[in-house]
């Protein structure tokens, strides 16, 4: 289960850090949602709806994780609560990327993490 929980974990840090947003904790949920969304949208060529699509499902993953970081403070729990939060990110992605997008996107998530 730890192995699991670190590397979804893992997963999520790469994925944040290949798209070139640093961990610092003076950057606001706002600006890397932004920047990965500037991201996927220069990779994918996305168009600016679909921009702001994946733009609102990663500040609704911030928004879950602060949710939980807040209702789960020192418990056992909170591991598991922020990786559920993540685990919605592709599925979301799905509901604002076309197909074909979505597939180019998990195709490059994949090397990424065989990268890894």
Known sequence: MKSKIFLSLSLS???????GISAQSSTTAEQIAERIAQKMKDSLNLTSQQKTGVYNVNMYIANQKALAR??????????????QAEGKRDSLYRTVIPDSLYQIY???????????
């Open 70 to 83: 807040q209702q789960y403070v020192g418990s056992d729990s909170l591991t598991r609560f922020i990786q």
């Open 106 to 116: 998990r195709q490059k998530k994949r090397t990424l993490i065989s990268a890894n």
């Open 13 to 19: 840090l790469a994925l944040l850090s290949s798209f």
